[in-house]
């Protein structure tokens, strides 16, 4: 059989608030994005004892031997999905771990897409959202790649032909634990996405939003804060805010050129930090 390349683009969150917490998670709303940065997948079917998972690129090393892949294919099989079938899965890594951009989250959704539009698998809707629920509470957005939000409830507004930006993302030669960084949750935001419409991607109403976590990945990384600042400063045509629960930030543009321009001096002035221009997707 012939592989399969599929493409599993990073997400962002454009803003993001938590609004409370259930006996085992906390409640997030968020206004959710995609970038032209991915990560390259290869499948193809195999006649193998057992499913073979290979991870190579730049982002490839300290991805735990219980990814959010080898869940997605235990999840499968014990649904007795699959139906004996069995896969050899090749992940080139370009998104950056730990950062807040959903790397793993996006390939297990982008490798469930595939298998159902592929037939290789017949799960039902509540199967779906079952699966995703158990790998992780962002795996559902990556199953239609585009500008969303994500309401306090759980439940996802699409949004289509909203207006793209230019996008460059810095991450600091350091990760942020998702886990960490939400058991260090004291306060809880008011709920500002409710009523989702198009007009919350309106560059000037997104400007004025925040991500609620900030503070606490400041407090542990104040260089993420002096980051933040000086982005800031080297432009005021901008924006810039964390993604998800960190380590990377995000400055957005309406213009590459200026965008292009920034990524030059951030270069220089923090080398040790990994850098890429993208564009919402």
């Excluded at 997605?72 to 069995?86: A, S």
């Excluded at 795996?139 to 439940?155: A, E, Y």
């Excluded at 032909?161 to 260090?184: V, W």
């Excluded at 935001?189 to 007009?199: A, H, I, V």
């Amino acid at each position: 059989m012939t592989h399969n390349k599929i493409k599993s683009y990073a997400k962002i969150n454009l803003a993001l608030n938590v609004t409370g917490k259930t006996s085992k998670l906390h409640k997030i709303e968020s206004i959710v994005g995609f970038v032209s940065l991915y990560d390259l997948i290869i499948v193809k079917k195999v006649k193998a004892a057992k499913n073979i998972i290979l991870f190579n690129g730049k982002f490839s090393k300290n991805i735990s031997k219980n990814n959010t892949i080898l869940k997605l294919l235990n999840i499968l099989e014990k649904k007795k999905l699959l139906n004996n079938q069995k896969f050899k899965i090749k992940i080139n890594k370009y998104i950056p771990l730990k950062a807040g951009l959903g790397g793993g989250s996006m390939n297990a959704a982008n490798i469930l897409k595939y298998l159902i539009k592929k037939k290789f698998i017949k799960p039902t809707k509540t199967q779906v959202i079952s699966i995703c629920k158990s790998i992780g509470s962002d795996v559902i957005l990556g199953l239609n790649s585009t500008f969303s939000i994500l309401k306090k409830n759980g439940q996802i507004k699409e949004f289509r032909n909203c207006k793209r930006l230019y996008t460059l993302i810095i991450k600091p030669n350091y990760g942020c634990s998702t886990k960490d960084i939400f058991s260090r949750v004291r306060k809880f935001s008011k709920p500002q996405f409710d009523k989702p419409s198009k007009k919350m991607f309106n560059f000037d109403h997104l400007k004025e939003l925040n991500n609620s976590l900030e503070k606490i990945v400041f407090t542990k990384f104040p260089e993420l804060k002096n980051i933040k600042l000086y982005l800031e400063k080297c432009s005021k045509e901008c924006f810039v805010r964390m993604t998800g629960s960190g380590s990377a930030l995000v400055a957005y543009f309406k213009s590459k050129k200026i965008c292009d321009n920034v990524k030059k001096r951030l270069s220089k002035k923090y080398k040790n930090c990994w850098c890429k221009v993208a564009k919402t997707i």
